[in-house]
């Protein structure tokens, strides 16, 4: 069956540096990539789509790979700050459908 | 802004009673979803719609239904609700495929059943 792996342990890092979250997928040949940032009691927010011929993708401090071979895809957020503090989402498409498979999300705490 | 919004953000219920959840999306989307996230089991697709009237099942659809009368609006439905059903609900949008691949979320309903 279809699998997504996201570190469930919180990752805590100090203001400053680089995160790195990792996707990693199994049983799988999305069409495309996306993750997503929840807050405490709020809903998903979309950042970032990758398609599957696509190898990186950038938005500000925001940067995705995407590796179908490895079936994995990294996120970084460089300069990270307190205010990326939250839960970020891994979310696979098929394509032609929106119908999406979610990770289970990753913590990340941003400390002074 | 694409705006979805939910009719509740806290929701107490009974055992055995029959609970609607509503979610109502401002952008004219054909395909909404509702999901429930549960901490360590992520977020599941119960339901979603391509169109009005239109529903398929998603991954965990049992003890719920759904309902589009409207495009805006979609609804989820607990017949009985039973206590495995408390969790956070959310509701998404989206355009039609191959305009977008994003969903939009609503802020969610957090549903206790008691």
């Known amino acids: 069956s279809q699998k997504i792996e996201q570190n469930s342990e919180a990752l805590n890092i100090q203001e400053g540096k680089t995160a790195t979250l990792t996707c990693n997928y199994t049983n799988y040949s999305p069409a495309y990539l996306q993750w997503y940032r929840q807050d405490p009691g709020r809903g998903p927010v979309f950042l970032l789509l990758i398609r599957e011929n696509e190898k990186e993708k950038r938005k500000e401090r925001l940067k995705v790979t995407f590796d179908t071979t490895l079936k994995q895809s990294l996120f970084h957020i460089t300069a990270s700050q307190p205010a990326d503090s939250a839960t970020y989402l891994c979310?696979?498409?098929?394509?032609?459908?929106?119908?999406?498979?979610f990770g289970t999300g990753t913590q990340l705490k941003v400390e002074l | 802004d694409v705006k979805v919004t939910q009719s509740s953000r806290y929701l107490v219920k009974r055992t055995g009673e029959k609970v609607f959840l509503e979610c109502v999306q401002d952008?004219?989307?054909?395909?909404m979803f509702w999901y429930r996230q549960d901490p360590g089991l992520g977020l599941r697709l119960i339901y979603f719609s391509y169109d009005v009237k239109m529903k398929e099942k998603g991954d965990i659809p049992e003890g719920y239904s759904v309902s589009r009368e409207k495009k805006e609006r979609f609804s989820l439905i607990l017949e009985s609700a039973s206590t495995n059903q408390t969790s956070m609900y959310l509701c998404a949008s989206s355009p039609p495929a191959g305009l977008t691949d994003t969903q939009y979320f609503g802020p969610g309903t957090r549903l206790t059943v008691l």
């Open positions: 952008m004219d989307h054909e395909n």
């Open positions: 979310a696979l498409g098929p394509g032609g459908g929106n119908k999406l498979t």
